[in-house]
């Protein structure tokens, strides 16, 4: 079944310690990205990732890092958490091509609380 | 940049009854046009899409026509189910970039 996997689905954490999220699927899609999700402000981009060992960031990349050493994983890493990172994290991937032909295939997301 | 504005929810539906969820957009270019769906406690769904001007897009019952005259891609279904209670996002993606922009989502309830 294609799918994208995200784990954990829930976290709740402290303030500065440090957390990855893991990504990864099983469509060998070249594209993958992260959204983060808040109330009143829908999804944002945070980093995305067009093939392996290229990433670069969305719209609101601080206090995250990404990594894309291979093409089916792409983990969301947070340094040193801070509580306005509390929020529903989507993993999402997709095949190239002009976007509006292209179908993108979302994680089940993590709810992650920092404390 | 571009951006999606959606109506604010929650809409609130007695079963049966006409839905429509206003959606707007500002975009340089000839986005394509999305609505994705989200079931409670779940990921994203997308729900149906439009790639050009006058299209239609449609799944499920829900209908949306990619107006570029209004900037406009409103949600549409003639009969809603209790099951369709879900928030639902308008977005666009711009050229071959992979990016959605996403509206803030429309939370729907209805009620038997």
């Known amino acids: 079944e294609a799918q994208v996997t995200q784990n954990p689905r829930y976290l709740i954490t402290v303030t500065g310690k440090k957390l990855t999220v893991t990504c990864s699927q099983n469509m060998n899609h070249e594209y993958m990205s992260w959204y983060r999700q808040d109330p009143g402000l829908g999804l944002r981009q945070i980093y995305y990732?067009?093939?392996?060992?290229?990433?670069d960031k969305g719209d609101v990349p601080e206090g995250y890092k990404v990594s894309r050493k291979e093409k089916r994983n792409f983990p969301l890493i947070l340094e040193s958490p801070s509580p306005n990172q509390t929020s529903l994290y989507f993993c999402?991937?997709?095949?190239?091509?002009?976007?509006?032909?292209?179908?993108?295939?979302f994680g089940p997301g993590t709810r992650l609380t920092v404390l | 940049g571009d951006s999606v504005t959606q109506m604010e929810g929650p809409v609130t539906l007695s079963e049966e009854a006409f839905l429509t969820i206003n959606c707007t957009y500002t975009a340089t270019g000839y986005p394509s046009l999305f609505w994705y769906v989200q079931y409670p406690g779940e990921g994203l769904q997308l729900l149906l899409k439009?790639?050009?001007?006058?299209d239609k897009g449609s799944n499920k019952g829900f209908e949306a026509t990619y107006r570029k005259e209004t900037t406009s891609f409103h949600l549409e279904k003639g009969s809603v189910q209790v099951s369709d209670s879900a928030v639902y996002f308008c977005a666009l993606i711009q050229g071959s970039f992979q990016k959605l922009v996403f509206g803030t989502g429309t939370r729907l309830l209805v009620s038997p």
């Open positions: 439009a790639t050009k001007a006058d």
């Open positions: 999402a991937s997709s095949s190239p091509g002009v976007g509006g032909g292209r179908k993108q295939f």
């Open positions: 990732s067009m093939n392996v060992e290229v990433t």
